[in-house]
């Protein structure tokens, strides 16, 4: 499958982004989709996942209640709704697949099968 994220900007705290990642190549509905961040100089971190058919969702603690991931199958498309961003949440986020039938969060970067290229986002203070 391929993926392409896009939505990243640069945004004030406190606003809100939606990104997306658009998915081609074979059947979208089989992939559990997750959302991983990459801030300069640290690890990629996983921040969002949900299920195959978007029943389960799943979040990193940093962003729970401030982050919503959703899908739409019809569409090929995953995204993640941003609110009340911090600076912190300031790195390059990518979308990535996962080929299974289970849905095992939280996820780690090595995991995943699928990845998009990245899009960034600035959250200035």
């Known amino acids: 499958v391929q993926l392409q994220a896009s939505g990243g900007g640069l945004v004030q705290a406190g606003g809100s982004l939606r990104l997306s990642c658009a998915a081609s190549g074979r059947t979208f509905s089989n992939y559990v989709m997750t959302w991983f961040r990459q801030a300069p100089g640290k690890e990629r971190e996983f921040v969002a996942a949900?299920?195959?058919?978007?029943?389960?969702?799943y979040y990193a603690d940093s962003v729970k209640g401030r982050f919503t991931i959703s899908r739409d199958n019809a569409k090929n498309t995953v995204y993640l709704q941003m609110n009340n961003l911090k600076p912190e949440d300031t790195a390059v986020y990518y979308c990535?697949?996962?080929?299974?039938?289970?849905?095992?969060?939280?996820?780690?970067?090595?995991?995943?099968?699928?990845w998009g290229q990245g899009t960034q986002v600035t959250v200035s203070s």
């Open positions: 990535a697949a996962d080929f299974t039938f289970s849905f095992s969060p939280p996820y780690v970067h090595t995991q995943l099968d699928y």
């Open positions: 949900v299920s195959r058919r978007g029943v389960s969702t």
